[in-house]
């Protein structure tokens, strides 16, 4: 939006020609996200309270999570508006890649939404019936899958890229909409499953989102694709903007959700997180590179798919409790080392993905 009246104004004023470098607007997108979540976040987590929109707690987690009954829970939707209001802001509005994940974003959050208003706010202690959650993810998540592979101008944008190994690339053809459906909606569940610390899911959020960013940009420029041995996709680059808008809002959520969390993000955030670095790794085509990078992600999911599986098979638990965080609080760790644990383990495990840029 203020792209075109920069690109208006730079016929009369040299400066505003610095509004062309993504670098730049990036920069805004991480500045504007951060400002909105300062100033929107305590007039929301009042409301939230005033409502009585808290969270409940499970009667068989860790007791040290009774305290936190009643804190205000729907918090996500203050990281979707610094999101979108801020890429809505410092964008190139013309870019498909920026509609296709801001609206792919918001789509899941409206799923988040439904269910944390059905179970918070008319006390229906199911909330929205998981085969209703599933259909809604799929939909949504096989309509931009689609849409991509039907759009795509270029072979790089629908094949199937290996890190480490330049060489190793396969045109996926019609594989390729399965494959961005299942990394969409897996990383969307991912990181809902995630969301259960103060502070656990959205840090992580936070440093996959900026590398992703760092992904799409090498991935823009002509002369650094061909140098790191990625492919070339000319319009990834504007995603940078939208990745700065995503670690600036997760940053200015952070504020408040950090260890003794003021407020809860919810399924609203949580799914529309996951299902946005889902569509990123996507559009870049680095599939692989978000396993690796999301690593506690995953270990998250996996641990809740081996305890479902052990118990229905020997009637036995792997884990004290799954996911795999409440299992080393049972075990005696403080909230906070866990959190800053997983933290620790995702700064490793991004740096690794990071450096796939360059080992090929």
């Given at each position: 939006m203020l792209l075109k009246l920069a690109q208006f104004l730079e016929g009369y004023f040299d400066v505003f020609r610095v509004f062309h470098y993504l670098t730049f607007r990036a920069i805004l997108g991480v500045l504007t996200a951060l400002v909105i979540s300062f100033i929107v976040g305590p007039a929301m987590i009042r409301q939230l309270s005033k409502y009585k929109i808290g969270q409940s707690v499970r009667s068989d987690g860790p007791?040290?999570?009774?305290?936190?009954?009643?804190?205000?829970?729907?918090?996500?939707?203050?990281?979707l508006v610094s999101i979108a209001a801020s890429t809505l802001l410092w964008a190139d509005l013309s870019n498909r890649y920026i509609w296709v994940v801001l609206l792919v974003t918001l789509a899941f959050g409206v799923i988040g939404f439904i269910d944390d208003y059905k179970k918070l706010v008319l006390r229906n202690s199911k909330g929205l019936a998981a085969r209703h959650k599933y259909l809604g993810q799929?939909?949504?998540?096989?309509a931009a899958a689609l849409f991509l592979y039907g759009t795509a101008t270029a072979p790089a944008e629908t094949q199937f890229i290996v890190p480490f190994f330049k060489q190793l690339v396969w045109d996926l053809g019609w594989a390729y909409p399965v494959l961005a459906y299942?990394?969409?909606?897996?990383?969307?569940?991912?990181?809902?499953?995630?969301?259960?610390?103060?502070?656990?899911?959205?840090?992580?959020?936070?440093?996959?989102?900026g590398a992703l960013g760092i992904f799409a940009y090498a991935s823009g420029n002509a002369v650094f694709a061909?140098?790191?041995?990625?492919?070339?996709?000319?319009?990834?680059?504007?995603?940078?903007?939208?990745?700065?808008?995503?670690?600036?809002?997760?940053?200015?959520?952070?504020?408040?959700?950090?260890?003794?969390?003021?407020?809860f993000m919810g399924d609203v955030g949580a799914l529309a997180l996951g299902a946005a670095l889902g569509v990123l790794a996507v559009l870049v085509r680095q599939e692989i590179v978000l396993m690796i990078m999301g690593g506690v992600f995953v270990v998250e999911t996996l641990s809740v798919m081996l305890q479902v599986l052990s118990f229905k098979?020997?009637?036995?638990?792997i884990f004290r409790m799954a996911p795999i965080h409440h299992h080393f609080e049972l075990k005696g760790w403080p909230e906070p080392r866990v959190i800053v644990r997983f933290w620790i383990i995702t700064v490793i495990l991004v740096l690794f993905g990071l450096a796939t840029l360059k080992l090929r």
């Open positions: 007791q040290t999570h009774f305290s936190k009954a009643g804190t205000p829970t729907m918090g996500g939707a203050l990281i799929s939909v949504f998540g096989l299942f990394v969409i909606v897996g990383a969307s569940n991912a990181v809902n499953l995630t969301d259960g610390l103060d502070g656990l899911a959205i840090m992580p959020t936070v440093l996959v989102g061909d140098y790191l041995g990625i492919p070339h996709l000319p319009k990834a680059g504007e995603l940078v903007v939208f990745c700065g808008a995503l670690v600036g809002a997760g940053l200015g959520f952070l504020w408040f959700n950090a260890y003794p969390a003021m407020v098979l020997t009637g036995r638990r």
